[in-house]
């Protein structure tokens, strides 16, 4: 453990130096480390991953993602995450089950289902290219839930294998699964920042915040649900209502000591997935099975996934056009509907209405109508093309999801070593090639990236630059004046009138800011 430690983090510097992500130096490294003679066969139980490892990882991931990025892009989120996993299942089933002999439909798209979920950790190496935030958010969030609709699809095939099933049962196990794990996440989430909003001591509340997605995903596991959901929704709840009600202290404790275990998790994972090469081929070969033959149904499983993905994402990007602009047209009349409820035309908007609405009411539809216009502006501003969706494509890597899931095959399944060695060539290649290309293939298309619209970064930060001027409070308590300007900026998010990113710059300065007046502030002794 500690040769692994150190590992990972050499991993960590030398890919930054050289330009290589540190997962794929993980990956090589665990191969390289599991085919020496002298280093005996290692096995690591599913469940630490799928228990373990990723729901803290998920939820981590969630928490930093901004909620209002995740709702924009929704739409496309969720059909990458749930529609292209079934279909790239169904496809690989079908696939599976031709060219590997004695293997029927359930049990091909069992192993289907093991190998479509894109990764979030391995999805990570996009985050330091310079891509479309967009493209960003969309690849986010999609391995954030794309692992829980796999995980589901997995368990109605191995019982499908075992005996009938009917659609409506799979599409009411998937509904139950998400919908339960939703409502648990939510909670959790909300109990989260209720209780540590009253703890005063930053590194106990860290130590709390480190249960929250065991918390979410316990019980989500105990009650059939989706645990890596539940972790997922009660990341989002945190992250989006930290703000408000956790100190600057609190965050910045929490911000530290996340990325120390998020690099040590997701290290762990990429080290031990190339680690356990050795083990698993071993099994193939007691089980007289042809390690070539696994490799080309490999090489085949992961161009079909590539070539479904396409398919699907094609379509995707023309649909997201399209509702830009549906958005454009709609502006107008929503720009009308905003000058009206500015004015005292109120009467005019509620028109046909029994009773006349309420302030509150009426602050809610305008809240909506500014929502909507600042989401219009944003797909506008950002639209996306083919090669946005080149890189999409390209940026969907399988991981250690991949070879965890594979390994929760029953006992009985059959040629089961042939197919956990298939998820993890699988795996393992689309790392390396995908991975290892990301950054030639960015260069290559050149998408839209956040350089092409410095003048619009100039009229955000200008935008921001204003708001927080008009929320400066004229007393002479500078804390006062700094939270009042934390709550414009909160109530800026909500409405969606600025940019995530450059909003979460403008709260770390107030942030710092805050910290540094509290130390002052700190009576000697």
């Known amino acids: 453990m500690v040769a692994g430690l150190l590992a990972i983090a050499a991993a960590s510097m030398l890919g930054d130096r050289i330009g290589v992500a540190a997962p794929l130096l993980l990956v090589l ?28 990882l998920l939820y981590s991931a969630s928490v930093s993602m901004p909620a209002m990025d995740f709702r924009r892009e929704f ?41 479509s979920p894109t990764d979030a950790v391995a999805t990570s190496i996009v985050r330091g290219l310079p891509v479309s935030k967009r493209v960003v958010s969309i690849l986010e969030g999609e391995g954030l839930l794309n692992d829980a609709t796999a995980l589901v699809l997995l368990r109605t095939a191995i019982a499908g294998a075992a005996a009938s099933v009917s659609l409506w049962g799979v599409l009411g196990d998937f509904a139950f699964a998400v919908a339960v794990a939703a409502v648990i996440g939510f909670v959790i989430g909300h109990l989260n920042l209720a209780v540590r909003s009253r703890v005063a001591d930053s590194t106990v509340n860290t130590v709390i915040s480190f249960t929250v997605p065991f918390l979410a995903a316990i019980p989500a596991e105990e009650l059939g649900a989706s645990g890596l959901v539940a972790a997922v929704v009660a990341g989002l709840v945190t992250g989006h209502g930290a703000p408000r009600s956790l100190s600057p202290r609190h965050r910045l404790s929490d911000a530290q000591n996340w990325r120390a275990v998020e690099l040590v998790l997701e290290g762990a994972v990429f080290l031990t997935m190339g680690l356990e090469l050795a083990s698993i081929v071993a099994d193939v ?32 990007i023309r649909w997201l056009r399209r509702r830009a602009a549906r958005g454009e047209s709609m502006k107008p009349r929503l720009s009308d509907a905003a000058g009206r409820l500015d004015g005292t035309a109120d009467d005019y908007l509620f028109h046909g209405r029994r009773r006349a609405p309420s302030a509150g009411q009426v602050e809610r539809f305008r809240t909506r109508i500014r929502r909507g216009l600042a989401d219009i502006d944003y797909f506008l501003a950002a639209p996306l093309d083919w090669r946005d969706g080149t890189v999409v494509v390209w940026a969907g890597m399988r991981g250690a999801v991949t070879l965890a899931a594979a390994q929760t095959l029953p006992e009985d399944t059959p040629a089961r070593s042939l197919l956990i060695l298939i998820a993890f060539l699988v795996a393992a290649g689309s790392l390396l090639l995908q991975g290892g290309s990301l950054e030639r293939v960015v260069g290559w298309v050149t998408p839209h990236t956040d350089d092409d619209n410095a003048e619009e970064d100039n009229a955000q930060q200008e935008g921001i630059r204003r708001l927080l001027i008009d929320a400066t409070t004229e007393g ?34 107030l942030d710092a800011e805050q910290i540094g007046l509290e130390l002052r502030n700190r009576p000697e002794g």
């Open 285 to 316: 070969v007691d089980d007289h099975r042809g390690i070539g033959s696994a490799a080309v149904i490999a090489a085949g499983a992961l161009v079909l996934t590539i070539l479904v993905r396409a398919a699907f994402v094609a379509p995707l």
């Open 476 to 509: 002479q308590d500078r804390s006062a004046e700094i939270s009042a300007q934390r709550s414009a900026l909160l109530d800026a998010r909500d409405d969606g009138l600025f940019d995530a990113d450059s909003l979460e710059r403008a709260l770390t300065v």
């Open 75 to 115: 739409g496309a989120i969720g059909g990458l995450s749930v529609l292209l996993v079934v279909l790239s299942a169904v496809v690989l089933g079908f696939f599976f089950s031709w060219v590997i002999p004695d293997l029927n439909i359930w049990w091909g798209i069992a192993l289907g289902a093991i190998v």
């Open 29 to 56: 490294l665990g191969i390289g480390i599991s085919v020496l003679p002298f280093v005996p066969e290692i096995e690591l139980e599913p469940e630490w991953i799928l228990a373990g490892v990723l729901p803290p």
